[in-house]
Nanobody, 120 residues
């Protein structure tokens, strides 16, 4: 099984920075893609960024140039460095991972979420 635990959320002023961490445990060897999603109040949960084990990354346009996703495979941890934060970045940020298991196929995993609040 895979468990994901996020940390690093908090309150920050516009223009500031936060670094989110997501620590994976369990069957970490099976994890392929990891990513971050976010959900603002009253809105759908949207993809923010993804990173593959080999380092290939993707970002939604809204965060390009401001957010950086990275991955430390040795520590089984994915990070989201968020710079130049804007009030519209305020959301609960969720870590996500998919894993491939020979017995059950591909599984999806979600963290519990960490709240990021950006004040104007």
């Amino acid at each position: 099984q895979v468990q994901l635990v996020e940390s690093g959320g908090g309150l920050v002023q516009a223009g500031g920075s936060l670094r989110l961490s997501c620590a994976a445990s369990g069957s970490i060897f099976s994890i392929n893609r990891m990513g971050w999603y976010r959900q603002a109040p009253g809105k759908q949960r949207d993809l923010v960024a993804t990173i593959e084990r080999g380092g290939s990354v993707n970002y939604v346009d809204a965060v390009k140039g401001r957010f950086t996703i990275s991955r430390d495979n040795a520590k089984s941890t994915v990070y989201l460095q968020m710079n130049s934060l804007k009030p519209e970045d305020t959301a609960v940020y969720y870590c996500h991972a998919n894993s491939l298991h020979g017995s059950v196929g591909e599984l999806e995993h979600w963290g519990q979420g960490t709240l990021v609040t950006v004040s104007s």
